[in-house]
């Protein structure tokens, strides 16, 4: 099986910036691309960026200019570096890795983090 865990959440005030981290364990074979997900109260789970395993990246509109995300993939890992963090940027984030195959099996599917809460004070 496959694991995701989130780290580098907390509190920060707004104009501030946080790095969120996200390393995917466990007997991978491939990954195809990761990404960041964020939630905020009575709302819907919202695309925040995504990265190919080539490395390339799309952004909300929200977030463009703000936050970049980078990922190491000798590490399975994914990086979600925020700026200039607002108070709307309050969420849940959760990293998610898209097209992943276990080792020995031709079992593709998507796994999801537990997620990481990001606030930002005013």
């Known amino acids: 099986q496959v694991q995701l865990v989130e780290s580098g959440g907390g509190l920060v005030q707004a104009g501030g910036s946080l790095r969120l981290s996200c390393a995917a364990s466990g007997s991978i074979f491939s990954i195809g691309a990761m990404g960041w997900y964020r939630q905020a109260p009575g709302k819907q789970r919202e695309l925040v960026a995504t990265?190919?395993?080539?490395?390339?990246?799309n952004y909300a509109d929200s977030v463009k200019g703000r936050f970049t995300i980078s990922r190491d993939n000798a590490k399975n890992t994914v990086y979600l570096q925020m700026n200039s963090l607002k108070p709307d940027d309050t969420a849940v984030y959760y990293c998610k890795t898209d097209r992943t195959v276990v080792t020995g099996t031709l079992q593709m599917r998507a796994y999801w983090g537990q997620g990481t809460q990001v606030t930002v004070s005013s």
């Open positions: 990265i190919t395993s080539g490395g390339s990246t």
